[in-house]
Structures are given as C-alpha cells and as structure tokens.
C-alpha cells in the first residue's frame, strides 16, 4: 500500500518527521501492537505469536503515523503523567454520575437542570491535549463538549449552572499538566 | 469475592438504570444525552470490572488476560463514548436542534 | 485422481479473478485470459460427458470429504448435458463479444470479463453441484453478478430494471433458502442423494410439502415463471447485449434444470406426481404462462423486448413438460432446455449484431435489414423458424416430444396452449421479418432519405461467424435430436 | 400456564420468524420507497437467519467450540458428546447467508445511488412519473 | 452465580426497553441515535453475560470487543451524516 | 436456560423491524436498521452462534449501516412512507 | 415390396439447395447464374428419371437420414406416386427457368437472385415432399416450401404484396401448424408411427368421430390445396411474379398440399378405413362445394391471374375429389389430374404471363384481339384451357373421363353431376377469352392508337409451346404416369 | 399494491406456520437437524482437523467449497460497485484551496487548471473541516482495531471469527479513517488500484490453494495434499490450510467493502465522502 506520512503530518502544520523519528514511531507501535495481539490472543502458540509478529509489523509499518504522528521524545513522561492522571480523571466521573443520578431521579427534575452552552478558551497547543480536555469534559459533570478546535476554544454544553461553573478550572490545569503545556 | 461481583454488577445495573430513566425523562435531545453518554459508560466500568473480578475465579494467567482483554472494553468504551456523545452532539448543533431551556427564560 | 470435473468449474473462477487481477495491469489482457479459462471448462465439459456416456455418473468430492459431509459433485447425464451447454455457449458468446464489449462498456471491458466468468462459473456449479446448499450459494453468485450486468447496460433503465431485479431476485433465493432449511430440519443433510433417501420415509410430512412448495417458488421466480416473470423483459432488455446474450439463453434454462433436478433427484418422482397432487395446477399454471408470454409478446414495440417475453413463454413450455409426469413430457422438458438454450442464443445474438449496428431495435429501426445485414438476418430466420417450431430446426422436435406428452397425460390444453403460442410466435416473428424485408423505399423514396444517412453494414466477421455457427448448429441439432435423447435424455431417465 | 409457557417455548422462534419475513416481504412489496424496500429485504433475509438458528439450537449444550482442546496433549482423547454442542451446520450455512446478504445490499445500494444520480428519486410512483416523462414507459 | 446473571441480563434487557422506546419513537433522528448507542452498551454487557452463563466467556469477549468498536463506528457514520447535510428532516422535505 | 433473555429479545427485534419499516425519514431507517442488527447479534449470541452473532455484530451493525448511511448521505433522506 | 437403399432422392431433393451459394456468389452475372439453375435443374431432372425404371419395375428406393424417435424419421422413400409428382415438377421447373430468365429479365425485376434462390429452394422441397416416407419428412418440406415462398410471393416489396404475403402465410402457416401439426402428433401418440403404408397406420384404434375430425383436420390443414375456407391466399398469391403462379401456384405448391392430403388419405389413413367409417363422402362433399364455388367466383374475375387462380382451386379440388371416391377408377382419375392439370394450367400462367409481359395487360376486358398479334401465346393458351375443361385431344380429358368412371363406380351419380356441371363452368370462363383473343376487337382498333403489340420474347414463348405440347402429347400417352399410380397405390 | 402485499404476505406466511406444525420443539436435542449430519462434525472435527472451532473446520474445510464462493460473491460485490459507480470524468466545476491562507478558489472554466502541489489542492463543494476530536480518538483507536481485526483472522481456528469477520473489521477500521478525515485521505493511503488487486488477490489465495492441492494429487481443496509444501506436524496441516483460506478472505472481504464505502459514498468520484 501507498504509504504517506502528509495526509496526517500537514494538520498540524508540521513538516514530516525525519527517518530515524518515523522509525522510533514505527518501532513503538510495533511494540504496542504486538503487546495488543498477546492480550488479546492469550496463547503462546509458535505459529499464532509468528502471526501477530507479522500482523503487527503490518499494522506498524502502514499506520505508524496514525498513532504517533509527531515523534517527541518526552511520549514516556506524558504517558506516565497520563496514568498519574487516570485514577482521578475516574474519581472525578463517579462524581459526576452520582450528580446526574441525582439529577435524573428527582422528581423536579425540570426545575433543577438549566442546560445551556458556555464558551471559554484555552491555550492548548496539541491535538491530543485538546482531545484529553474534550474527553474529559464530556465525562464529568454534566457537560459536553460540542466543539473544539485547533485554536482551543472550546464550546461546552452544561446541564445545570454547577456543572457549568467547574468549567475549565481544574481539569484545565491537569491536563495541561500531564501534556506539558502551559495554560 | 461474590459479594464483591455482585455489589460491582448490581451499581452497574443502577448506572444503567439511571441512564435509561434519564433517557426517558430529560425534555430535550442535549439533556438526554448526558445521561446516556455518562452514565452508560460508567455503567460499562463497573459491570466489566465485576465480570473481570468473577473471571479471576479461578486464576490463572489465561484468565488474567482474560480479564486484561475485557479491560480493553473498558479502554475503548472510554475512549469512544465521550467522543460518539460529542459527535451527536456536533450533529445536534449543526442539523440546528435548539436546545430546552428553562420556560421563565422563555421570554 | 482425476479432477475434471472440478476443472469445468474452477477454471473459470480462477480466470475471472486473473482478469480481475489483469483489469489494474493490463487491460486487454483479460479478454485472453478469460478465453482461455472458458475454453479450457468447454474442453473439460466435453471430456466429463464422453466419461459420463461410457461409464455412468461421476462423482467428485470436494476438499475430499465423502458426500454427506463434504461437498459432491455427481455429474450424471442431465448434468453433464447442461454444463456442456452452458460451457460453449459462454465460450462461443465470448468470442462473438469482443467488439460488442469494447463498444458497450468502453471504460472498463476487463471488468465486464471478470463478471461475466463469475456469471459463467455460477452457472456451471449451479449445474454440477450434488448439494443443496451450495447450490444456494451459487445462484447467489449468478444473481449478483447478473445484477450488475443488467444495471451496466441502459443508462437511463438499467439501474431500476436491476434493482427491480434484485428484489423478486432475493425473494426467490430466499424461499429456495427456505425450502432448504425445512429440508434441512426435517432430514438434518444438505446432499441431495442423502436428502432423498432420507425423504423416502417421510412423505407425508407437512414440513416436506411446505419445502417443496418453497423450493419450487423460489426456483420458480427464478426462473420468471408467469405470474413471477415481471423482474425479466426489463432486466434482459436493458442488460448489455454481450451478457444479455449469455444470461436470456443460460439463466432460465439452468434455473429449470434446477426444478427437474430436484423433482427427480431430491424429491422424487414418486413424491411429485405420486404423494402430492399439484401436477394438474402446476400444467395448468404453465399453460396460462405460455398464453400469456406469447400475448404479452405480441404487444412489445422493442425486439429485445419481445424476445424477452418469448422467454417467459418456452419456460411454460420446459416447466410444463417437467410437470406432465411422462417421460415424454420431461423429455420434452430436458431436450427443450437444450434447444431452447440454442435458439434463444441465436436470437440473441442476431439482435446483438443488429445492436451493434444501429444500436436501437425498436422495430421500426428493423426497416431493410434483410437487404443491409443479410447474414445476420439469415441467422436470426433460422433462430425465428426454430422457436416457431418449424421442422428440421432443433425446436420443432422438442415441442414434438412436449405435446406428445401432454397427450399421454391428457393435458390437451397444454398441447393447445403450445400450439397457440407457436403461431402467436409466427405471427411475431413474421412481423418482424416483414418490417426488415420490406425496406422504408417501398413506402416513398424521400423518406428512406430522411431515415438515416449512416449506411448500416454487416455486423463484424467475428460475431458473424458465431452467429452463422450457431443458427446452424440448431438445425444440426434438430436433425440429431433422436441421437441426443437416445444417448443422454433416455438413459438419465431410466 | 404450566402448559402454555413450554408450548411457546417451543415454537416461539419459528412462529417470531415467520412474522419477521411477513414483516419483511411485506415492506418489499408495498412500501414505496426503494431504500425502504431493501431495508424490507435485509429484514426477510434476517428472518431466514433466524429459523435456521433456531434449528440448530439445543438445550443445554455450549457453543460450537471445542473445550480445552488445547489444554494439553492428552485433551485429544477426551470423548465428545454430540449432544454437548450446538450443531454448527446451520452456522455455516448462516455465515454464508449472511455473506451474501450483505453483498446483495451492497450492490443494491450502489444501484439506488445510481437510480437517484439519474432521477433524483428513489419514489416508485414517483419514478414511474419521471420515465413516463422523458418517454420511456413502455 | 448463574441465576444472578441471567437476572442481571434480564434486567438490563428491561432497562434496554427505555433505549428502545427512545429508539423507536424519539422524536427526532438524533434521539433515535441517542437510544440505539444506549442499547448498544447494554449489549456489550449483555453478551459478556450471555458469555458467562454460557461459562464460555472467553468466546464472547471477541465479540463484545468488536460490538463496542462498531457500535462507534455506526454511530459516527451516522452523526457525521449532519456535518454535511444540514438540517433535521424539515429541510430534507423540501429539496 | 436462555429461553427468557431469547423471548424478549426476539420481541425487541420484531419491535424494530416494524419501527425501522414505518419511520418516514431514512436516516432514521438506518439507525433503527443499526439497532435491529444489534438485537439480532444478540439473539445470535444467546443461542450459541457466536460465529454467526460475530458476523451480525461486523456485518449487520458495522458494515451495513454504514452503507446504509452513506447511500442515504448520496440520495436523500426523504421518504413517503 | 422390394426396397432399395439408395442416396438419390437425398440428392435429388440437396440439388438445388447446393446451388444456391453458387447462385448467391455469381449474383453479380446473371448470364453464369442462370446456367447453374438451369444445370441444377437438368441434374435434378435426370436423378429422378433415373429412379424411374426403378419404381416402374414395382420397386421402391428408400433412404433414412435421421430417426429421432421410433417411427418418427427423416426418411425418404420413392414410390410410383412421389415419382409421378417428382417428374412432373423437376420437369416443369426447368421449363419456369427458361421462362422465369425472359420474364424477369423482360420485366427488369430488382433481387433476381433472390428470386432464384429461393426458387431453387422451393423445388427443392417440393421434390422432398414427394419423395417422404413419413408425414413428419413431409410436414418439414411442406413447412420448408411455405417460408420459401413467402419471400417469392412478397416479391415487389410493395404494400399490395405485403398484404398478400401476410395472407398468404396466415393461411399457410397457421393451418399447418393449428391442424397438421397436432393431427400428426396425435397420430404418432396413438399409433407410434407416421410411416405411410398403403393399409394405413390405423389398426383399430380410431373411433369414428376422432377419425373424422382427424381426417378434416388434415383435409383443412394442409391449407395449399385450397380448400374452400382456406382458399383465398392462392389468389391473394397472385402478386407474385407470374412464373412463380405458374410454377408454385399451379404445380408445385398446390400439388404438395394436395399431394399431402392424397398422402394422408392413402397412406396414413388407408382407403379401407375411409371406406369403413363412411368418411370419403365427407371428403367428396367439401371438395364439390369448393369445385363448384370456385368456379362460379373464377367467372366473375376479370384480371386473368385471378381467374386462373380460381380455377386452379376448383382443379385442385377435383383431385381429392377424386381420392375421396376410394374406387380404383376414381384414384387413378383423381392422381393423374396432378399430372394433367399441371401441364394445362402451367400454359395458361406462362401464357398470362407473357401477355402481361409484352403488353403490360392484365385484365381479360383488355385482351380482345391479342390473338391476332400474339398468335402463339393464344394457340398455347387454348390448348391449356381444353386441357384444364377436359376436351381431348389434351390431357384433361383423360384424367376427367376417369372420375366420371369412378364416380360411376362408387356409385355416387350425384357427384358426376357436380363434375359435369363444373366442366361447363370451366369452358365459361375460358372460351371466351380464347374467343375474345381471336376474334374480339382489340383496343388500338376500337381506338385507333398504333400500338405495336408482338410475340413476347422466345424465352417466354419457348417454354409454353413445350407446355402445350406435352398437354396434348399426354392425352396420347399417359401410360406411365398411369403404370406409376398403379404401382403407387397398388390398383 | 399493498392490498395484494398484504395477501400474498398472508399466504406466504400461512404457508409458512403451516409447515411449522411438524417442527421439532426449539432447542430439541433429537431433532433431525441436530443428529444426522451435525454429530459427525461435533465429534469428528477436532480429530480430523485439529480445529476446535467447529464453525470454521465445517466452514473452511468440509464445506469450504461453499466458502470459496461466497468470497467470490463478496468480490463480485465489489467489483459490480466499482463497476456501477466509479466515475472517471473530470468535473467541470472545480474547488481548490490556497493552503497557506485557506481561502477557497472557485473555477468554473473547465479548461483552466491550477497547478496542485504545495500550494493549492483539490476541494470539494461540499468540504468540511474534519472534527478534531473524532479525529484524534480515530487516530489512536484505528491501528488497535486492526491489530484486532488481524487477531480475529488469526484466530478463526480457535475462537469465533475467522477471514470474514476479520476482514470486515479491518475494512471498518479504513471505513473509520474515511469517516474521522474525509475519503481523499483514505484514497491517498490506500489506493483504488492497490484495493482493486487485492479483492482479486484475497480470492485467488483461496482458489490456489484449492489448486494447488488439486496439483499435489488430491481434490480440490484437499488440504491434507498440501502437508509436503509446509514444514510441520502434518496432523496440523488441515488447519494450517484453514488459516491459509482465511487469509485470503480477510483480505478479499477488506478490499470489497472498502470499494463498496469508497464507491457508494463518493458516487464513484473518490472525493470528499462522508
């Protein structure tokens, strides 16, 4: 298959990556992949291991810049910093249900949720902060990301005036963190 | 170990409970959205984690990544949800659904 | 081991998906390729019915399981018979198609080969295959590939006539699917040999009835039995003439194959004429739809058209035989699917010459074609006689059969209705030759002017030469019709 | 009661099959819509799918995928009872159906594309009007 | 431990009614896509479930796994379907 | 065992059949298509074909709507009946 | 009956079927092609003389080609009677050649080829139709000499001829295959034969009622001997060029549907049968009306061909007439009129035909005074008109004075009535126009225009000099068409 | 029309309940269905084939003829869309974008064209910004999906799926680029020559290696033929040929539904898609 690095690398305004960064991706999504196929296999048949090595090469060698389109080195850190990010990320979304529960079991249901969309900016750079941010507001409290764009402004649409009002705080600051941005 | 399935299964089943009557009872497309987007995903953590805990049962390394392969649910429905709900949503804004708002703002 | 039998089959399949393979590197390599395959099939059926005459059926399993559980091939005479059939005349319709291919689908021809190879295969395995399943699987395979032919051919009808197509098409695939799996439930095997041993204990079973009805549905819409004919004048007319030239001749006869294979074979004859009592409304039913094709015929303006209704009509003919219970009758059946096969390709092919060159058959665009296009037409005259049923041409002599055994059974409006349609046919073709014999000169000078300035040549050697070939081939048929059910129909009967 | 609930048990699936095909042929031959129509067909296909998986069903057995197969090499001398699995035959056969459905509905939805890039309907009546206009109605 | 699942399974079914009363009658085509996503996670779970009565869990879970994957995939098609084509069915009656 | 989760959700499955045929917008249609895929897999589940329930979940509720979808986005959304 | 195996009818009957792709290649020279017909014709001629001795000895030549189921073949097989109407027509044809070279010729027709091919094709049938062992082998060539002719008769591609051409393939075609075709078919289903032998095939599982509708299903179906409600195509057929009436519609395709019905009543059905079931006087009584009706209409036309025509219906008639009557006299009678009448009318057509053809004239009311100019074409024509009323010295008379011998003999006097009562209608309607043709004022006197009128051209006088010769020269010798129907039908 | 939808449905379906009288109750062990044929292959087809999914020993081995046809059915699928849709003529109209700056360009005449590289590209009317969410989370999902796709076809001895599966997961996964970007990105990847050899390719693994064991001296698609070409335990060779065929399914029903996407979505234009 044709391969070509500019369909994904031009979004973000990037040149290519060079050849040693495209093999390094290619190389971490091999092992990613391979990694993947042992979860998912759970058998350490000769054969069946020698296939995912070749699916995985496969996969890695056509779709590399789709999961690491820009190579950096600091992909370690943020993923650890990602995990760190997780248990509270979870923490925060149990809150939230117990608060939509509260919500959709209430009687007056109608007088206590106040939907309504808020604007606000940020200055997160990568797609893939912006995305975590989206994601993540779409998961907590009563809120849901309706749009955000490169420029990182979102749109967020709030089911009542408190979830609205969490809004960006935080989760700004965390993710910004764990991506290593500024806010 | 039971007891912990069940308890895990059964606050998946309130999840999804109030993901469903939320479904039902909030006035709007946008409203409704929220519980099920949030609520159906949070409902899916538990009840895989439950399942995943009674598949321990009798552990052993296959069912170790047994339970890692059910994870891998969790992970895409983590990954997925939040961004099918966003993308309804996108849709709900640009086919021009105007969203419910409080009738005293009405006017 | 010897794998011809498979080879008839196979060595289209592998031709088409090499064609298919060639479409992306170079074109024109496909029509060669697709040649070849057809030929070596042809060559293989040739072989297998010699194997066939000498010594009895020939079974072939695939994958080399034996019969219940794998997938056989039986190929008896009747079999052996249709893929000959079906093998040549897919090989001779390809050799006619190179010029006529090359105008209808100027974009893509090695696609349009690959297809029609998918078609042919279809067919063939339709035709050797021992089980019901795959059978299935196989006239799924046909109906597809039909279906995209006829959406390739008019612009403006085709997609609908296709789509059209599909519907009644998968409602009729569906209720052979249907009819499977109640024999399925009832016998738990899906060989057809297996099947009827099986079914010879339970006769009486109301599930069995209900499978057979369905079956006989099913291959009924398929085959564009009266009331369920509407998919086939559109889907036909507006096909390419290159596959409509195969599909008109092919598709229906093999689909009536079908039916007789799985009154004999499957169902039995005991269990069809014997247990159930439809004959009578199944003749009767044949009987409308040879007066209704022939009617339906007689009020069409376009010539493709119109044969497709002819269509409708020979298959009350085949079905009608089939249904008589004598062996006269299913003799008829038999030798018709052969001859009409024959004709209808000879038509088709005259009309595909005459597309060619005028590239509409309304008829009024027919006027002096006797003069302009002499061997096409002579081609077409003989194809005419033959479905008329004028002695010696091969149609005559199955029509013979049918009504004899339509007088063994008593079924006089049978032989009435086949009768009436041989005349309704004269008088249509009669039609058309008049048009084509008497040029638009007769009727004033100016206006074979202001008709059209392109002056109409003879179609190309090579479409000339098949069609010469074949319409011969239809009195060489008629004259050896005794020898073909002497040696094939006959023994497969006994 | 007692009587009752095993009886539908019993034919439940083959009488909900046959009502899911009239449902389907009947959309495929009364709706107007061409989409419709093949919506009507995927459903009687589907249907078909049903009762041949219902045919295969058995109580109390797993599914149609050996046990411990590979748990060892004396696993291959374990007996296999014919009544612990469900028959896969259907399955297969299924599998293949369902093949070709989706081929069939590709094709097909290829063709509505084509029949509304030409006429920009996909109304049978209103079809029907179009061809009579530019002529074509035979 | 079975009974428990398959009650489980049987309440989720009945919480699938809700999504399904969303799917069939919401009254726009965006509700509509609301419900059949909410069913489609119930099913993920369902079939886990079905997995464990079963006691077959480990053939199911491949299936669960491609049920959540083309469960998004639909629902994107489909919401992706407003990018383009502006407008609930009001405007579509027009054109 | 499984009789009860079948019963119900081969009513379910009948429920979108109808819905799915009577819905005048296409769209629409194709989502309730989706749904009705859904249910059919599990039914295919619950009765033990995991292969046949595999190939619904890719082929009936993947594959199919997403065509469905897309032949709609090329035709038009409008619909009579 | 001793029967020899030979290939001559085949090749007889495949003679000018080869020649037509000669005849189609040299389209170009009209000089080269008519010689090949006229060889084709000469061989034909010959091959079927040389059967003759053969047949005269009591023997017959016989010849399967194909035998697709038992008793149902493509067979020939030469007996006195197909060799009387071989003769007669192979004779005749090359006698139309020379004709048909000045009329089409004279007339500067378009599509000679054609015309010639198709011609050739014709006889071609014809001989195979006199020369079947089966009805299957004759139903084939008289199906093959209905579609060859139907290009013949639509020669002039004009409206009146495509008129023409659909009633005359209406009529054809539709009875043969409506009536024939069943009828056929039934009898092979109930006798599993179609072979004609002189006891007929019939043991005894006809009734009486079957036999007649079969019998008349025949009768009518083979709709080329004009019987009465199926007559009018003969003289729609007229349109075509005169050497196609005169040789087609005066000999070769009437004669086959006669012949055919002379067949089936002889060798299918058997004269004991009829006799038994009654049924010749059913026979007799539809071929009298036809004989006195279609000489009564042939009275009032006025354009020659058209009288001619009708004429010939009422001929054609005589001759089942005659084989209806079952009596030795009345067959021998009824047969030999294939011959006589064949000789006597083909003059009368080659004579309209070169009438028309030097004087553009088709009406009788025209032709007062040709004698004078044309007196050759009208001596012809007079001896062709005796020929066909039955006076001596010409043929007819033989043939006429036999059916009055068998009518006597079947004791069936009201039907010599009939005969004698159509010989005066005949002599109505052709004396006149000899009578006119000498001694009538001819128009240019009347008007005073100098047209020069003279002999057509010798191509066309040749042949219906011989013609009326040979019509006298068989009042004289008739003998071995006589020998030929005695060894054929066994009397 | 619909009053006589409603009878022939009325009929059919009478019909239909009218054969369900003799039906063996649901899930009757006894049944026919469930003891002639079946047995056999519960009990026989780990012996015989090694392989424990028993849909896929029936499916790729016993009845692997059928098989072979139904990819067959699945590439003339695709090809019959290819065929139906693709439009090769240039469009008269046409859009480009000025990348730096993003403004539009509109040209109407059919002859002039603007050179496409660095500066400009091709546009289409009905462009829209792809979403930067949806876009990213693809971004990450897609290659998981495939690894999974590839696991399913691995895997169809031991687990459900198989060729079939796999291979309509894997064309989701291209399905889903096309979504989350627009078709032309998909198109650039993979292109519709590379698509339209492997449909053919996909069927032709699975029709050789049919061949091939017919030339080892076996019938066709008798795997046990095969056992001199491929090192390893020969018990093993059945399901080494399964998986072999499933290969070649997989990428034969990959190829057909990208084609059957690609084709419907963009009429045959490959442009902008969904």
């Not at chain 2, 009557?21 to 909030?26: L, S, V």
């Not at chain 7, 020929?387 to 009055?404: E, R």
């Amino acid at each position: 298959m044709i391969v070509s690095g500019n369909g994904f690398a031009k979004n973000d305004g990037k040149p290519t990556s060079t050849c040693f960064k495209s093999f390094f991706s290619f190389l971490i999504t091999f092992i990613l992949m391979f990694l993947t196929w042992i979860v998912l296999s759970g058998k350490f048949d000769p054969l069946l291991l020698w296939l995912g090595g070749i699916s995985s090469f496969f996969v890695a060698y056509y779709f590399y810049d789709l999961l690491f389109p820009v190579m950096e080195s600091g992909y370690g850190k943020v993923f650890f910093r990602f995990i760190s990010y997780m248990p509270w990320l979870i923490w925060e979304i149990i809150k939230a249900n117990f608060h939509l529960l509260y919500l959709t079991f209430h009687p007056r249901m109608k007088e206590l949720i106040d939907p309504h969309i808020i604007t606000f900016k940020t200055n997160l750079k990568s797609d893939i902060a912006i995305t975590t941010l989206a994601n993540s507001i779409t998961l907590t409290p009563g809120t849901i990301t309706v749009t955000a764009d490169n420029d990182g402004v979102f749109r967020v649409h709030a089911i009542d005036r408190e979830s609205a009002d969490a809004l960006p705080g935080t989760m700004l600051k965390k993710v910004a963190k764990v991506f290593g941005e500024e806010i | 170990m039971d007891i912990l399935v069940i308890l895990f299964l059964v606050t998946g089943l309130f999840f999804f409970l109030g993901g469903a009557i939320g479904i039902i009872r909030m006035p709007d497309f946008y409203s409704r959205l929220h519980p099920a987007g949030k609520l159906d995903t949070l409902g899916i953590f538990a009840m895989v984690t439950g399942l995943s805990i009674y598949n321990l049962h009798h552990f052993s390394f296959e069912a170790l990544l047994l339970s890692a392969k059910m994870f891998l649910i969790v992970f895409f429905v983590f990954l997925s949800s939040p961004t099918a709900t966003h993308s309804i949503v996108d849709a709900g804004m640009r086919a021009g659904l105007r969203h419910w708002t409080k009738k005293k703002r009405k006017g | 081991m010897d794998n011809t039998p498979a080879l008839i089959v196979i060595a289209p399949l592998l031709a088409a998906l090499l064609a298919g393979l060639a479409v992306w590197i170079e074109e024109r390599l496909s029509y060669l390729i697709a040649l070849t395959g057809l030929a070596i099939s042809t060559f293989s059926a040739v072989k297998v019915l010699m194997q066939v005459i000498d010594s009895g059926t020939i079974q072939y399993r695939m994958a080399g399981w034996a019969p219940p559980m794998g997938i056989e091939y039986r190929i008896d005479l009747l079999n052996a018979m249709v893929l000959l059939l079906v093998a040549s005349i897919a090989f001779l319709n390809l050799l006619a198609s190179y010029k006529s291919v090359d105008q209808e689908t100027n974009d893509r021809p090695g696609s349009f080969y690959t297809i029609y190879l998918l078609f042919v295969t279809g067919l063939l395995g339709v035709t050797a295959t021992g089980d019901l399943f795959n059978l299935y699987v196989l006239i799924e395979i046909t109906s597809l590939t039909s279906y995209a032919m006829v959406a390739l051919g008019d612009r403006d009808r085709g997609p609908l006539a296709s789509l059209n197509y599909v519907f009644i098409g998968v409602i009729g695939a569906s209720f052979y699917l249907l009819g499977v799996g109640y024999l399925y439930l009832k016998t738990g095997s899906l060989n057809m040999v297996d099947v009827a041993n099986i079914l010879s204990g339970i006769h009486g079973s109301s599930t069995v009835l209900v499978a057979f009805i369905l079956c006989m549905i099913g291959i009924w819409i398929k085959m564009a039995l009266f009331p369920m004919h509407v998919w086939l004048p559109n889907a036909y007319t507006y096909s390419p003439v290159a596959f409509a030239r195969i599909v008109a001749p092919l598709m229906t006869k093999v689909m009536v194959y079908v039916m007789i294979r799985l009154m004999i074979t499957v169902f039995g004859f005991d269990y069809v004429f014997e247990t159930l009592n439809l004959a009578d409304a199944v003749v009767w039913l044949a009987t409308i739809a040879v007066l209704a094709g022939g009617v339906m015929a007689l009020s069409q303006k376009n010539l493709k058209k119109m044969l497709t209704y002819i269509i409708v009509c020979e298959i009350g003919y085949m079905v009608g035989g089939a249904w008589m219970g004598n062996q006269l009758g299913m003799t008829g059946a038999i030798l018709h699917i052969l001859n009409d096969a024959l004709m209808t390709f000879a038509l088709f092919l005259a009309v595909g010459n005459m597309v060619y060159r005028l590239k509409k058959v309304d008829l009024p665009d027919l006027q002096g074609l006797f003069g302009k296009m002499p061997w096409t037409m002579a081609g077409f005259v003989l194809a005419a006689f033959s479905i008329i049923g004028v002695p010696p041409t091969c149609g005559f002599f199955s029509k013979w059969y049918l009504i004899l055994g339509a007088f063994e059974a008593g079924a006089y409006h049978f032989a009435a209705a086949l009768i009436i349609s041989s005349l309704i046919c004269a008088v249509l073709f009669f039609k058309v030759f008049e048009i084509c014999f008497f040029d638009p000169m007769s009727e004033g000078h100016g206006h074979g002017d202001s008709h059209s300035h392109v002056t109409i040549e003879e179609a190309p050697v090579s479409m000339l030469i098949v069609s010469g070939l074949v319409s011969l081939s239809l009195i060489v048929a008629g004259l050896y019709s005794g020898t073909i059910v002497n040696t094939i129909i006959l023994p497969f009967l006994k | 009661m007692t009587d009752l609930l095993p009886l539908i048990v019993a034919k439940y699936n083959y009488w909900l099959y046959v009502i899911l095909m009239m449902i389907g042929l009947y959309a495929m031959i009364a709706k107007n819509n061409l989409i419709k129509k093949l919506v009507g067909m995927n459903i009687f296909q589907t249907a078909i799918i049903l009762f041949y998986v219902s045919i295969g069903y058995k109580t109390d057995a797993t599914i149609p995928i050996i046990q411990n197969a590979h748990g060892g090499q004396g696993a291959h001398s374990a007996v296999i009872h014919a009544a612990d699995y469900i028959n896969p035959l259907p399955h297969v056969l299924m599998l293949t159906a369902i093949v070709v459905s989706v081929a069939t509905f590709g094709v097909a939805m290829a063709l509505a594309v084509r029949i509304y890039q030409r006429y920009q309907t996909l109304e049978e009546d209103e079809l029907r009007m179009r061809l009579a206009d530019i002529g074509l109605e035979e | 431990m079975s009974t428990f699942f398959l009650s489980v399974a049987l309440g989720l079914l009945f919480l699938m009614l809700f999504s399904l009363y969303r799917a069939l009658f919401g009254p726009t085509v965006l509700d509509r896509l609301i419900g059949v996503n909410a069913i489609g996670s119930k099913t993920v779970i369902l079939l886990l479930l079905i997995g464990f009565l079963y006691e077959r869990v480990d053939m199911f879970v491949d299936i669960a796994l491609a049920y959540a994957f083309l469960n998004f995939v639909t629902v994107l098609a489909a919401s992706r379907y407003f990018h383009k084509r502006k407008g609930l069915y009001e405007e579509s009656f027009m054109d | 065992m499984h009789w009860p989760i079948d019963l119900i959700v081969l009513t379910f499955v009948i429920f979108c059949a109808i819905a799915a045929i009577s819905v005048k917008d296409l769209l629409g249609t194709a989502i309730l298509f989706g749904a009705y895929s859904f249910m059919m897999c599990l039914l295919w589940a619950v009765m033990g074909a995991v292969d046949v329930a595999f190939t619904e979940a890719s082929v009936g509720a993947g594959v199919s709507t997403v065509f469905f979808v897309a032949a709609v986005f090329r035709t038009s959304r409008r619909t009579k009946d | 009956m001793e029967t020899i195996i030979s290939i001559k009818p085949l090749l007889a009957v495949l003679v000018s079927l080869f020649v037509i792709p000669v005849l189609v290649s040299s389209s170009s020279k009209p000089n080269v092609r008519e010689s090949w017909i006229f060889i084709a014709g000469i061989i034909k001629l010959i091959l079927v003389l040389s059967m003759l001795p053969v047949i005269l000895e009591g023997k017959q030549i016989a010849l399967t080609l194909f035998e697709f189921a038992p008793g149902a073949a493509i067979a020939f097989r030469v007996d006195g009677l197909g060799m009387l109407f071989a003769i007669v027509a192979s004779s005749l044809y090359i006698v139309t050649s020379i004709y048909s070279i000045g009329y089409m010729r004279g007339l500067d027709e378009h599509g000679q080829t054609r015309f010639v091919s198709f011609f050739a094709l014709a006889i071609s049938a014809t001989i195979g139709a006199a020369f079947s062992a089966n009805l299957l082998t004759l139903y084939l060539f008289y199906e093959i000499l209905s579609l060859a002719t139907y290009p013949l008769v639509a020669h002039h591609q004009d409206e009146t001829s495509r008129i023409s051409g659909r009633r005359y393939l209406t009529f054809i075609l539709g009875t043969s295959i409506a009536l024939v075709l069943p009828a056929m078919i039934y009898c092979y289903h109930v006798t599993g034969t179609l072979e004609f032998s002189t006891a007929g095939i019939f043991a005894d599982q006809l009734s009486k009622p079957a036999a007649t509708v079969l019998l008349l299903m025949f009768v009518f179906g083979f709709a080329k001997a004009g019987i009465m409600p199926f007559h009018s195509w003969l003289p729609a057929a007229m349109v075509a060029p005169t050497p196609v009436s005169a040789l087609l519609h005066a000999v070769a395709v009437v004669k086959v549907g006669v012949f055919s019905i002379v067949r089936v009543m002889t060798g299918i059905f058997g004269v004991d049968l009829l006799a038994n079931f009654n049924l010749g006087v059913v026979v007799m009584t539809i071929a009298s009306f036809t004989i006195l009706v279609a000489s009564c209409i042939a009275l009032s036309q006025d354009e020659l061909k058209r009288r001619l025509a009708y004429s010939t219906i009422s001929q054609l008639s005589y001759i089942i007439f005659g084989v209806a009557l079952l009596s030795p006299q009345g067959l021998l009678g009824g047969v030999i009129h294939i011959v006589m009448h064949a000789f006597g009318k083909i003059t009368l057509f080659f004579c309209a035909g070169a009438i028309y053809v030097a004087t553009g004239k088709k009406y009788i009311s025209q032709m007062s005074g040709l004698g004078k100019k044309m007196p050759f074409t009208f001596a012809a024509f007079f001896i062709g008109a005796m020929g066909v009323i039955g006076l001596p010295p010409a043929g007819g008379f033989y043939s006429k004075w036999n059916l009055i011998l068998g009518t006597l003999e079947a004791q069936q006097t009201i039907f010599m009535v009939v005969l004698l009562v159509s010989s005066f209608l005949n002599a109505f309607y052709f004396l006149p126009i000899v009578y006119k043709g000498f001694f009538g004022k001819s128009e240019e006197e009347e008007d005073g225009g100098p047209v020069k009128i003279q002999e057509a051209n010798l191509c066309l006088v040749i042949p219906l000099m011989i013609t009326a010769v040979i019509s006298i020269v068989l009042f004289f010798y008739p003998t071995v068409f006589v020998n030929l129907i005695k060894t054929g039908l066994g009397i | 029309m619909r009053f006589l939808g409603f009878i022939i449905v009325c009929l059919t379906g009478a019909l239909l309940l009218y054969g369900t009288g003799e039906f063996p109750d649901w899930g009757d062990p006894d049944s026919p269905a469930s003891t002639h044929l079946s047995n056999h292959y519960i009990e026989k087809a780990i012996e015989e084939t090694q392989v424990p999914n028993l849909v896929t020993a029936v499916l790729a081995d016993y009845r692997g003829f059928d098989t072979m046809f139904e990819t067959a059915v699945v590439f003339c699928a695709g090809l019959a869309c290819f065929l139906l849709l693709r439009d090769f003529s240039q469009k008269k109209e046409r859009f480009y974008r000025h990348t730096p700056t993003g403004v539009i360009l509109h040209v109407k005449d059919s002859k002039k064209t603007l050179k496409v590289g660095k500066e400009f590209e091709h546009m289409d009317k009905d462009w829209v910004p792809s979403d930067l969410i949806i876009k990213t989370v693809c971004r990450i999902l897609i290659p998981f999906i495939q690894i999974y796709a590839l696991y399913v076809v691995a895997h169809g001895d031991f687990s459900p799926g198989g060729g079939f599966q796999g291979g309509v997961i894997f064309g989701s996964s291209l399905i889903l680029l096309a979504i989350s970007y627009d078709l032309k990105t998909l198109v650039r990847r993979v292109n519709e020559k590379v698509i339209g050899i492997f449909a053919a390719l996909g069927v032709l693994i699975y029709v050789g290696i049919g061949v091939i064991c017919m030339s080892m001296g076996g019938n066709f698609l008798d795997y046990s033929k095969l056992a001199p070409l491929v090192p390893g335990d020969p018990h093993h060779i059945r399901a080494l040929g399964m998986l072999g065929v499933e290969i070649g399914v997989g990428i034969a029903v990959t190829a057909a539904m990208a084609i059957i996407y690609i084709n419907i979505v963009s009429e045959g234009r490959h442009d902008e898609g969904l």
